[in-house]
């Protein structure tokens, strides 16, 4: 269909792997980010299309280096891996359990998107989706959405971080033609969590939310919060 290339992180399992599949069924060059090369070799088998391996560890700089420099030009990176370490309060929580929160889930992003952006900057169109969650909205967790609002504090609040970054780029790549947005996939049935692993949501219907800001128009939103629907999440 075109000769976009877009890189998922995380795209060997999970939300990733579905949204990988999509951007190869729309035509594009898809690049697995996997940590594991097995496990990626055996993503890019099942998601078929132009999709190829790309080893990258988001917490990494070594593996990100090389995974930059193998890429010219990149037209959509979707920021997708992330880690749920546990789901305790900040009264019970570890900073250990934080800090490899964050590592994934924010600075992850902060350093492969830096990484990135010269060969995001060679696109006529560029793109990047930052995987958040509707647990990381502040409006959401001060009323009644969360009834077990204060747990899961690491990860809940690495996502509102996440969300803050999404703002920040936005506004400083905007005069540069990126749409920059954060996607609140609703609870899907993964391996994030014990949560998500007992979900009946489809992962394929988060992913079809992430394409859908992966290939905006250039008329298309940035610096948003947006539900897996297209609906609006509040930050
Ligand atoms: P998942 O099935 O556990 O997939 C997570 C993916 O991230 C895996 O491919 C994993 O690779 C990868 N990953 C973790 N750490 C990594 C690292 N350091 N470097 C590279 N890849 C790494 O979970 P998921 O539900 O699909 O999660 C995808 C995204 O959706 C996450 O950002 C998550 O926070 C978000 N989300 C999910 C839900 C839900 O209900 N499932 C809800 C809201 C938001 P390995 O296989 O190597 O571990």
Known sequence: MNDSTALVTGANKGIGKEIARQLADAGLTVLVGSRDPERGERAVAEIGGDAR????????TDSIAAAAARVDRLDVLIN?????VDSRTPAEAEVASFRRTYETNVFGV?????AFLPALRRSAHPRVVNV??????????AGEQFPHVGSGAAYRSSKTALNALTLYYAHALADEGFKINALAPGL??????ERA???DGDPAEAAAGAVRLALLADDGPTGEFVSWDGSPAPW
């Open 53 to 60: 391996l790309l080893v990258l560890d988001v917490t990494d």
């Open 110 to 114: 902060l350093a492969v998107t830096n």
């Open 80 to 84: 997708n891996a992330g880690v749920m």
């Open 197 to 199: 692993a007992a979900a």
């Open 132 to 141: 958040s969650s509707g647990t990381g909205s502040l409006t959401w967790s």
């Open 188 to 193: 899907r049935r993964t391996d994030l969590n």
